[in-house]
T-cell receptor, first 114, second 115 residues
Framework: GDSVTQMEGPVTLSEEAFLTINCTYT??????LFWYVQYPGEGLQLLLK?????DKGSNKGFEATYRKETTSFHLEKGSVQVSDSAVYFC?????????????FGTGTRLKVLA | GAVVSQHPSWVICKSGTSVKIECRSL??????MFWYRQFPKQSLMLMAT?????????EQGVEKDKFLINHASLTLSTLTVTSAHPEDSSFYIC???????????FGPGTRLTVL
């Protein structure tokens, strides 16, 4: 079945450092890919998305490119801030299933130090 | 933009009681709603998918008699945890999808603590 694999955390960075969180996926169809962010005690917020190969999603300085050839959707940010500290989830939604249910990765906790 | 609410945001109950959690789409009609549970520091696990007016489809390993899902209207789905036990304590999150769209909007979650 479909699956999402994320790099293990936690990731600890200094402010203004470059961030990469790796995400790869397995899907039988043509999934849409997402990055969600979860702050402590809160629900999920959509960070960015890409619906087809070579699409680049971007928001708040974060970027991710849908790479079909490597089945990847790595999250990057050029300069992280303390306020970016949160848990980041990579997810896919495959319309082949008919219901568009989301499959999530395990999440990567990011801690940014001042 | 699309907004999904959940009520209550947190609930504490005694073991053996039943708890109902509501999920509402506030400004769109949700043909499909999803229920997830999340254990501390873990990912979201899909419990079930529900379409308005029909029975929910449960994921493997989820007890349908324990986690009752009702999607009675295009804006409301409810999850009832029956005869709750401490191991049911978790963060429950719903999401809703408008017909024809791939994007689902997530609710803020409900934290259930069973004593």
């Amino acid at each position: 079945g479909d699956s999402v694999t994320q790099m293990e955390g936690p990731v600890t960075l200094s402010e203004e450092a470059f961030l990469t969180i790796n995400c790869t996926y397995t899907a039988t169809g043509y999934p849409s890919l997402f990055w969600y962010v979860q702050y402590p005690g809160e629900g999920l917020q959509l960070l960015l998305k890409a619906t087809k190969a070579d699409d680049k999603g971007s928001n708040k300085g974060f970027e991710a490119t849908y790479r079909k050839e490597t089945t990847s959707f790595h999250l990057e940010k050029g300069s992280v801030q303390v306020s970016d500290s949160a848990v980041y989830f990579c997810a896919l939604s495959d319309r082949t299933s008919g219901t568009y249910k989301y499959i999530f990765g395990t999440g990567t906790r990011l801690k940014v130090l001042a | 933009g699309a907004v999904v609410s959940q009520h209550p945001s947190w609930v504490i109950c005694k073991s053996g009681t039943s708890v109902k959690i509501e999920c509402r789409s506030l400004d769109f009609q949700a043909t499909t709603m999803f229920w997830y549970r999340q254990f501390p520091k873990q990912s979201l696990m899909l419990m079930a998918t529900s379409n308005e007016g029909s029975k929910a489809t449960y994921e493997q390993g989820v007890e349908k008699d324990k986690f009752l899902i009702n999607h009675a209207s295009l804006t409301l789905s409810t999850l009832t945890v029956t005869s709750a036990h401490p191991e049911d304590s978790s963060f429950y999150i719903c999401s809703a999808r408008e017909g024809g769209g791939v994007l689902a909007t997530f609710g803020p979650g409900t934290r259930l603590t069973v004593l």
